[in-house]
Structures are given as structure tokens and as C-alpha cells.
């Protein structure tokens, strides 16, 4: 229940953000939102919860789309993001009542996808960073193609050039179609699969 409050809070916050400052944001800016750690984030260890991080940053790329003007340009043609694939490093732990900013951006694209980096950040320091493998999918079905998404929101600077390891890792880590689906690794394994 407290990341839906969280939600509708930041929502609140970022629609203000943008009519107050539309005038100089860009989709390709860097987007610093704030937050705080409370007591329902954290774990039996004291820290914040490894997950917590993971939603967390879902309001920071929702924020970043409502104040560059995106969730508004796409709501009117009928698209919305999701998620394909996201990889995060921890470095140090976020502990209770600390203020940390998540920084979010775009940085880049391939043929088919669209990629985000988001950093959190506490008193200047890098404590965690999350890689993030996204599309655009049509309310009418199908998905956005890069070239559409190019057209709503302009092409990136030309100093945005996706670095090597990141090709890798989408590649490595995208499961098969439905229409071939995945074998279970664990299928042959020695070692009993226990049920409930």
C-alpha cells in the first residue's frame, strides 16, 4: 500500500514539476527525483530491500517520462512502456530515513528497444545503478517502432552511443518467443525440484 501512496504522490509532484518548468526539459536530460527510505522499505537486515530498489526506480522513469512531456504526448496516441529487461549493481547500503536521489536517463536505442540508466545517490556517491532494456507498446496492439518513437520525441544528441557490453547483455539474457519456449534448465538436473 505504500508504494501506491509513493505513486500517486510522485505523479502529483513530477505534473507539477512539468508545468512549472516545461520550458528547458528535454526526453535526453538527466532527471534527479527524491526520496526517502521509510520503515516499510527496508528488510530483516536493516537496509532497504534489494526489490525496494526495483520499484523505486519504476518512479523515477515514470517521473522522468511525465515531466519531459512524454506521458502526456504518449497517452495521446495510445502508447504506454514496459519493462523487457534490467540488470542492478549494489555498491553500498541505503539505510533508514536517509535521502538519496535517483538520477534517471535515456541512453539510447537499438532496432527495437530503448535504454535507461538510473543511479542512486546518496550525498554524492553512486550506491546503486540499474541498466534498464524497455519498449513501447500500442493500446491497439503491436509495438512502437524506434522510428515512431524518434518522430514524438526528436533524435538523441549525437553523443548518445549505446556502449558494447550493454548489446551483449540484451542479448544474453532475452528469453526465446512464446512460440519457442524456453527449455527449464532444471528439467535434467540432479538435484530434486521440491514442490508445494
Known sequence: MNLLWRTILHFWISKRAHKRLDTGLHPYDVYSTSYRVLPTDIDILGH??????????????????????????MKRVGWYPVVQSLTISYRKSLLP??????????????????????????????????????????RSGGHVSVEEIQQLVGDAPHDMELDGWIHTWASDVSLPSAKRPAPSEWANAERPVHRR
Open 48 to 73: 532497504m530491500n534489494n526489490g525496494r530498489y526495483l520499484s523505486i526506480a519504476d518512479l523515477g522513469r515514470f517521473d522522468m517520462l511525465v515531466r519531459s512531456g512524454m506521458w502526456q504526448e
Open 97 to 138: 530515513w536517509k535521502k538519496f536521489d535517483i538520477e534517471s536517463r535515456f541512453i539510447g536505442y537499438d532496432d527495437r528497444a530503448v535504454y535507461v540508466e538510473q543511479r542512486f545517490v546518496y550525498e554524492g556517491e553512486i550506491y546503486a545503478r540499474l541498466h534498464m532494456k524497455g519498449r513501447f507498446l500500442k
